[in-house]
């Protein structure tokens, strides 16, 4: 065990390690992680950055001056450590160099939810040891598993695929700000290949269809009773040819002759390994926005190209303008009254703000393609600005009392804060 341990820390012995591309929107966070005494979960999809990211924690303890001996990182998906609870690890790195029980030292769990009842020995732990813990997983369904032994000790962050600021520093050199054409192919590029790392830095149609089935094998099929776990990649397929339209699980389940109950609860499925997300109706009634169909949208692009091809770049991205807004929580929700939509709405009943993805190269308010903001102006006077996310086209307009912004889809990705406040 001593050589599994030495070859998972190199730290221990002064040796460098791998760390990647900096993921510096999360480095930036370490100090306030240390201030704090919680446990730091992070959740994601398999393969989305989680351990590169836990290295990166730990190359920057190293260079806060902070002992390697000290941090200790385990892979507990490794089959050497199958069966061995989380104390035992921690006591047989405290014989090993004689740490005494004051000793502050930094643990890193990786695949957290291999270990069993995982949070009950994290909160004895906690409860007992003078400890700064970080841990992963890759399904929200270990969170939700918890049962509630954790709650108060832990602070839960969900890793995202790559950002856009981020996909263009790991295809790098970042262009000029003067050099806008090169965010419009580099965006393109995005909406297309995603933001899984490995994927990123080296484009593949094997690598990503043998991601899918790894994340459905292992995060699905493993942990739920799926019966028929060959519908999964069907759903999904279906799902993806409808991505940002109202979705009827009625006829989701006549198309894959399914029971409505066991689409509804593979979509949950779904959702709990990072592939989908959901997007509920904007509404002022809560039974109307709870009731109300939704709309789903893939984490990653890349997933979507993989299951409906390389085409379809205008639904891509007004998924990716979902994305941005989940990644920096901005609550928002659709808007649809007959065959009338808005495709996102943030802010209050009192002062809402529309967005609409239109990817288009020209832009004339009067097209009936923006018919759904009109209408949701006559519904909400109180809406004063709108933003509208284009191709290439960037201009401001006024018609009446409506002040509506439009900026490319590379622009908003960018800069959301920027493009947001301006806009608010």
């Known amino acids: 065990m001593e050589t599994i341990y030495y070859t998972l820390n ?3 012995e002064g040796e460098s390690f791998e760390t990647g591309i900096d993921r510096e929107s999360w480095l930036e966070k370490v100090p306030s992680y240390l201030q704090r005494k919680q446990v730091e979960v992070f959740v994601g999809s398999r393969r989305v950055g989680k351990t590169t990211i836990l290295k ?7 260079r806060k001056g902070i002992p390697g001996k000290d941090i200790f990182y385990l892979a507990l998906d490794h089959p050497a450590l199958a069966g061995i609870s989380l104390s035992d690890h921690l006591k047989s790195m405290r014989k090993q160099f004689m740490h005494g029980r004051e000793k502050m030292l930094y643990l890193f769990f990786d695949e957290i939810q291999e270990i069993p009842d995982w949070e009950a020995h994290l909160k004895a732990l906690y409860d007992n040891e003078r400890l700064k813990i970080f841990c992963t997983g890759s399904a929200s369904a270990l969170i939700a598993k918890q049962g509630g032994k ?20 790991f295809r790098g050199p970042v262009p000029k700000l003067s050099e806008d054409y090169k965010f419009e192919k580099l965006v393109e590029e995005y909406l297309s290949i995603g933001g899984y790392p490995e994927q990123v830095l080296k484009p593949s149609t094997e690598y990503m269809s043998n991601l899918l089935d790894d994340i459905l094998a ?8 799926i019966k028929k776990a060959y519908v999964l990649k069907d759903l999904l397929r279906l799902i993806s040819s409808t991505t940002g339209s109202r979705t009827s699980f009625n006829k989701m389940a006549k198309v894959l002759g399914l029971s409505l109950d066991t689409v ?3 979509i949950g499925y779904l959702e709990a390994a990072f592939l989908i997300m959901p997007l509920e109706k904007w509404a002022t009634s809560y039974s109307e926005k709870v009731y109300s169909q939704k709309k789903f949208y893939f984490w990653d692009m890349g997933v979507k190209t993989l299951l409906t091809g390389p085409d379809d770049q205008g639904n891509k991205a007004e998924n990716a303008v979902y994305t941005e807004l989940k990644r920096n929580n901005i609550a928002c929700g659709y808007y649809a009254e007959s065959e009338l939509e808005v495709d996102f709405v943030t802010g209050s009943v009192k002062k809402p703000a529309p967005i609409e993805v239109k990817y288009v190269t020209s832009f004339d308010w009067k097209d009936k393609r923006f018919s759904g903001i009109r209408l949701f102006q006559r519904r909400y006077p109180s809406t004063r600005k709108v933003l509208i996310v284009s ?13 509506i912004s439009v900026t490319p889809l590379w622009k908003f990705l960018s800069n959301l804060n920027s493009v947001m406040r301006s806009d608010t």
């Open 10 to 12: 190199p730290w221990w």
């Open 218 to 225: 292992r995060d699905l099929i493993r942990l739920y009773p």
């Open 150 to 169: 954790l709650t108060g000790r832990q602070i839960i962050s969900v890793v995202y695929p790559l950002s856009f600021q981020e996909f263009i520093r």
């Open 391 to 403: 191709k290439n086209v960037e201009t401001h307009v006024t018609a009446d009392t409506l002040s």
């Open 56 to 62: 990166q924690f730990i190359k920057a303890l190293l």
């Open 264 to 266: 509804k609860e593979y």
